[in-house]
């Protein structure tokens, strides 16, 4: 048995989003968000549903936060949904809205929990998206003004706040079609993308300007750092680092280095889709930041060759190499990634792993009324050996938060996957903590955990 030790401070934590727990979609004068909009279309969610109701915690906050508070979480991370404080996008304020935040955050810290909150976790107002959403300049606007509206309301009872979650989701709804507002243009996707950084940016010069000397203000971005599957192949190794860049270095290049890569660059010249940028963009883009939010659930690896990627993934998954989801299981990632971030960003701001999770499908309580989802077990270990491995070596990394604490809206695959430390039923709304929550809570009360050598 290996002990997996972690100091006193370091802080457990869970993770949801707004458009995924909240439902309470048009409570108390909330408007729709883009994901309310897109739902609805027809075929381009999974088990067809929308985030309208989830696991309501709109309703049910406290209870969940109680739950949470019996597993030992120490902290709790959550977003704000824009268009419950301005269901007009931007202008008016939802006193309404407010409230309920305001609720939620005096639950917590009556709870011990410390807030962590990001202001935009994908879920822009569908009224935006009219006005041309992402891609029109005037967002950073919009989004300052409404970051602002929170930095002043609770600044003094929330200490780390995010400015945006995995950017990419942004790129994914404006490009590739797959996410809402469900665009299909690699030039709509660069040009929200880069308006998606100045937003980041405009917040954080507000986050200075308000003064909020107390609170600490940073990004999340996810990486998923893409290997080549054959090491000497230079097709495989190309493929790799085109998606290296096209992914997580198209946001940390920006924000660590102002700029983006020569070779992002180049492939955005190639492919006409080039986004409009302006003088001084990347300072406003390139600031301090007082923490990295990571969030990291493995790698990927690519082949030129198709036929060669489809063999090595069945022989990773006929290894039991694999998680329910089909992905492969390699926690060395999280470790992979803060090295990376230090090489090849000199990264020396603390680090929060933000996100780490994994789906399963067709998850129910068993006749003993329980979950026991070993596979979720395995992983969550997994992925904490390298994150203590990484604390070993001297890397300053101050949390780790599972995504999630509650079964809950999974954007294109509806209800279906659950990622859940707790069960939740849809149509009763009853929750059952897992068996990866029990083990979640002890690991907590522990700060550590044997890890059996296999
Ligand atoms: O559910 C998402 C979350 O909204 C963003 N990060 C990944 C999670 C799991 O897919």
Same mark, same amino acid.
């Given at each position: ?28 004068? +909330? ?117 602002? *509206? ?39 996707? +660069? ?30 971005? #996810? ?78 690896? #690519? ?20 998680? #329910? ?27 929060? *792993? ?101």
């Amino acid at each position: 048995m290996k002990q997996i030790r972690f100091k006193k401070d370091f802080l457990f934590g869970v993770a949801t989003s707004a458009a995924q727990i909240e439902g309470g979609a048009f409570a108390d004068g +909330r408007s729709a968000s883009i994901w309310d909009a897109f739902a609805k279309k027809p075929g381009v969610i999974g088990d067809g549903t929308t985030p309208e109701v989830s696991c309501d915690f709109y309703h049910n906050y406290k209870e969940d936060i109680a739950l949470a508070k019996r597993l030992g979480i120490e902290s709790f991370r959550f977003s704000f949904s824009w268009s419950r404080i301005f269901p007009e996008g931007c202008g008016k304020v939802n006193e309404k809205g407010l409230d309920f935040y305001k609720r939620v955050v005096e639950e917590l810290l009556k709870n011990d929990m410390v807030p962590n909150a990001t202001l935009y976790h994908w879920d822009l107002p569908q009224v935006l998206e009219e006005k041309g959403g992402w891609l029109n300049r005037d967002i950073v606007k919009w989004y300052g003004e409404y970051a602002s *509206v929170l930095f002043r309301e609770f600044g003094d009872r929330i200490p780390l706040w995010a400015t945006i979650n995995e950017p990419i989701a942004t790129y994914v709804g404006y490009a590739q079609g797959i996410f809402a507002p469900g665009h299909s243009s690699e030039l709509m996707g +660069r040009q929200a993308n880069h308006h998606v950084l100045l937003a980041h940016g405009e917040g954080v010069r507000r986050f200075r300007e308000e003064n909020m000397k107390d609170g600490k203000i940073g990004i999340v971005v #996810d990486v998923w750092k893409h290997h080549p599957l054959r090491p000497e192949n230079e097709a495989d190794c190309a493929l790799a680092e085109l998606e290296n860049e096209k992914t997580y270095r198209s946001y940390l290049h920006p924000v660590f280095k102002g700029g983006y890569t020569s070779a992002l660059l180049n492939y955005m010249e190639a492919n006409h889709c080039m986004p409009d940028m302006q003088e001084g963009d990347f300072e406003l883009i390139r600031q301090p930041l007082d923490f990295f939010g990571l969030n990291c659930y493995n790698r990927v690896v #690519d082949c030129a060759d198709d036929t060669l990627l489809e063999a090595d993934r069945k022989k990773k998954r006929t290894g039991g190499n694999f998680q #329910d989801n089909g992905a492969e299981f390699y926690p060395r990632a999280v470790y992979d990634a803060i090295h990376m971030l230090k090489e090849d960003y000199e990264l020396s701001i603390p680090i929060y *792993v933000t996100e780490n999770g994994t789906p399963s499908y067709n998850e129910t309580p068993g006749a003993d009324g329980c979950v026991h989802d070993s596979n979720r077990i395995q992983y969550i270990r997994g992925f904490l050996y390298w994150i203590a491995k990484a604390l070993e070596e001297g890397n300053d990394i101050r949390g780790y938060y599972v995504w999630s604490l509650l079964d809950n809206w999974e954007w294109n695959s509806g209800f279906y996957s659950r990622y859940g430390l707790t069960h939740v039923d849809f149509e009763t709304q009853e929750r059952t903590v897992k068996d990866s929550g029990k083990l979640y809570s002890q690991v907590i009360k522990d700060k550590g955990f044997e890890l059996p050598e296999d």
